[in-house]
Structure formats: structure tokens, C-alpha cells
């Protein structure tokens, strides 16, 4: 019962936003904002198949008109192939039209870089490319 | 509310005392990675087709070497699904999980008067150094990658994709040395127990953190006296079952014990050996120094 009611503490504590790491090479919350993910939609520019991360780039055209080249973190490619996405499904929809569910860096990090959740390229299919840190699901994705 | 807690728990100390409540008070909606959609909604096609993906039947008895024992070799996946499931969606909870927390639960570790503010430190940013024993093992659990196992009567090669870690076991009565050198995977002695093969473990460096996902109730570091005690079973084709005692009279008030934790065997022939390493390399910017002064200095 007392642990109970200090665990729904601890969930609102874990709720207001502090840091607390989920993966295990680096805390997602000391570099990226968890509570300020967003819509990207643009074009993809291209693909850096690396370990331990793998990152794409997209050039973004912003409210203001201006376009903004972003970078975007994602899991391991050994991680990505094993679910059914490889470099070849990247390479060959550069310069085609792409969206992301990403969640930027923190405020006095680097600019037009985050942690990408989910993405849709060219070909029109949802695939799950990092941590899914926020409480919605793919059909909740919007274009 | 419970969904959200889960999420949080595969923690790695930060927060101390209070994510090891967390952790324990917690009890799994879907597993990290995963989600189910709400009610009335109909699931998008994701790339992966996980939603077919179920527990593994036995698959038959565990083979045999030719000394009479199971023979462990295989790639074997921290889940119940024999694939890697690492940011799957959507998916059956029986075959992602390592184990069913309400029928063996894992509690968080008891610390002596002292201990716990003594040996438990925040995680730092950058955990890409070796894991250690058990670490190693146990971390799987939230990393879903998989162990490779080489197995003959002589020896028994443990190899890791993430962390990129191999421990070289040998058998054959192998004791450990009267004052053996600390190392990341410790110093590790081999026999068997009927099916059962067991393993102990002694002299891990210091600095080598224990965390282990769920119910490891947050990362803590051991002491000199650290004793590790691993039993493997192949309990059938297609299963393996790890479970770990730690036991350091120094930091714990008594051993702490994982619950059973289940592996599976790889069932695609294709699945091949991946490479992992989670560095701070920062060669890849050097390189990119090279290609772009070629790009600036092109036609000069």
C-alpha cells in the first residue's frame, strides 16, 4: 500500500519531465527533449548507416519559408535491419519527400538536431527507427 | 499511468532509491519499445510484422555434445520470439518479455546500513564502455540483441553483439588463480550441475556498475568481494534459461537473484552476425574533414 502510493509519486515525478535515462549508451534525456517532439515533414537529403547510431537528413522548409537541414538520430543499424529496414530503403528515396515524429535537442544544444521516433519516406510505410518516448502510436501520426 | 511507469523502468540508477520503487512497483501495460493502439483504433502497418510474431514452441530436447552434456552453442535472443524484437511494435507481451514478472518476480537488491548511498551513483551521459559481468547479460533484457554461444566440451565462448564483449569459459576443472587480476568480465570457473551448466565468478573491476534492466532496481556498484554465480540450461531446443545470483557481503544485506530469464534460439538460418560498437568515435568527423576538403578544393 505505502509502495503503491510512492510509486504514483514517482510517475508524476517521471511525468514532470526529469531526466531519467532509458537506453544504455547514453541517457536520451540528457540530450534530447522528450516533452517538444514534433512533425517533420521535407526532404530526405541523406544517410549516415553508422554505429552506434544511424542518422538520416532532411531539409525542412520552416513556417517562415526558410529551409532548415536537419539531422536526425536513430538506433543502430543491426537494430534496423532486424526490423525490416535497411540502408538500401534510404539510399534509394533520397531527394524524395519524407515525414518524422523527432524530438529536438535540448535548449543550448545543437540546432536542427533530434532523436527521431518514427518516420514515413517516399514508399509510404510507418517504421519505427528509435526510442518512442512519447504516449502515441503510429496511427496517431499525422501528415 | 502504469504505461508510463513502465517506460521508465528500464532505468539505470539515476534517481536512486526512487526509480528502484518505480521499478518495482510497476507492473508492465507492453513492454519498452511497443505499444497497443487505443481502443477503436485500427493498428497501421508498421514495417517488421510483428504483430504475427509469438513465443516459440520447445522445439524438441536440447542436442548433446559428445561428452554427454547439452550442447549450448547457438545465437540465443533475450525474449521468447528468437529474433530481435529492439523498438518492435505492435507486440505480443509473452514474446518480447524475458520473464513473467508476476509469476517470478525480480526484486530490487538489499543494501546493507550505508551501502546504498555509498554505491549507487547517477548514470552518466555516456555508458559505452564494456558492461562486465553481468551487466553484460542482464542488460539485454532492454537491448534485445543477441548472445552467441560457441560450445565444445573443452570451452565455451560467450559473445555479445552489444556491448561487443566476448567471455572465453574454459571447462575441464579450470579453478580460479589464488589472486587473480580484476577485469571487466571477472574471472570465471565452469562445471556442470546435471543439465545445468554453472558458473563462478569472482575478481570484476570495480568500476564495473551492475544494472540489468527490470527489477535489477537500478544500477549499483559492487565491492572487491563481489561473487557472481550464473546457471545455464538449455531446457529445450529452442530455450535457454539464465539465471544469476550476486552475493558481496561488502555492499548487499543478502544475494540478490534474477528471475529465470529466458533466451531463444535464433530460427532464421540467415541471421548472421552484426556488429556493434558503441564508441565516443569521433573518426567519422575526422573522415568527413577529408571529404570535405576534396568537395571544396575540387577543380582547384
Known sequence: MRLGFFAVLIAAFALSGAAVPVSAHHGFAVEFDGSKCMDLKGTLTGIDWENPHAYFHMDVKNAAGKVEAWSLEMITPNALKRNGTTRQDFTGNIGKPMAARACPTKAGGTQYRGSAEFLELADGQVRIVGQLVEKITPEQFHF | ?300
Not at chain 2, 543494501?111 to 553481468?134: I, L, S
Not at chain 2, 556498475?209 to 549499483?220: D, K, L, P, S, Y
Request: a negative charge; hydrophobic letters at 30%.
Open chain 2, 1 to 300: 499511468m502504469t504505461a508510463m511507469k513502465r517506460r521508465f523502468c528500464n532505468c539505470l540508477g539515476s534517481g536512486g532509491v526512487v526509480l528502484a520503487a518505480l521499478c518495482m512497483a510497476s507492473t508492465p501495460a507492453f513492454p519498452q519499445g511497443s505499444y497497443r493502439p487505443g481502443p477503436g483504433k485500427t493498428p497501421v502497418p508498421v514495417v517488421g510484422g510483428f504483430d504475427k510474431i509469438h513465443p516459440l514452441p520447445p522445439g524438441g530436447p536440447a542436442p548433446r555434445m559428445s561428452d554427454g552434456h547439452p550442447d549450448l552453442t547457438g545465437r540465443w535472443y533475450p525474449n521468447a520470439a528468437g529474433k530481435m524484437l529492439q523498438f518492435a511494435y505492435p507486440l505480443d507481451p509473452a514474446a518480447i518479455r524475458q520473464f513473467d514478472p508476476k509469476a517470478t518476480p525480480e526484486v530490487a537488491p538489499s543494501f546493507k546500513p550505508g551501502m546504498e548511498a555509498k554505491y549507487k551513483r547517477p548514470a552518466p551521459y555516456g555508458e559505452c564502455d564494456q558492461a562486465g559481468t553481468p551487466s553484460t547479460t542482464l542488460e539485454q533484457d532492454a537491448q534485445h540483441a543477441p548472445m552467441e554461444l560457441i560450445a565444445t566440451p573443452g570451452r565455451l565462448a560467450m559473445l555479445y553483439e552489444y556491448p561487443l564483449d566476448v567471455r572465453m569459459v574454459y571447462m575441464g576443472g579450470r579453478q580460479h588463480p589464488k589472486d587473480p587480476d580484476p577485469t571487466f568480465n571477472g574471472d570465471t570457473t565452469a562445471r556442470w550441475e546435471g543439465d545445468t551448466l554453472v558458473l563462478d565468478v569472482i575478481a570484476i573491476d570495480e568500476r564495473m556498475r551492475n544494472f540489468g534492466g527490470e527489477g535489477g532496481g537500478g544500477g549499483w556498484f559492487p565491492s572487491a568481494q563481489e561473487h557472481i554465480t550464473e546457471r545455464i540450461t538449455r531446457t529445450s531446443k529452442n530455450y535457454l534459461t539464465y539465471e544469476i545470483t550476486i552475493e558481496d557481503p561488502v555492499v548487499l544485506a543478502k544475494p540478490w537473484k534474477s528471475a529465470p530469464r529466458t533466451w531463444s534460439l535464433a530460427q532464421d538460418p540467415h541471421d548472421e552476425w552484426g556488429e556493434v560498437f558503441c564508441t565516443l568515435n569521433q573518426e567519422p568527423d575526422e573522415y568527413k574533414k577529408i571529404k570535405e576538403h576534396d568537395a571544396q578544393t575540387k577543380g582547384k
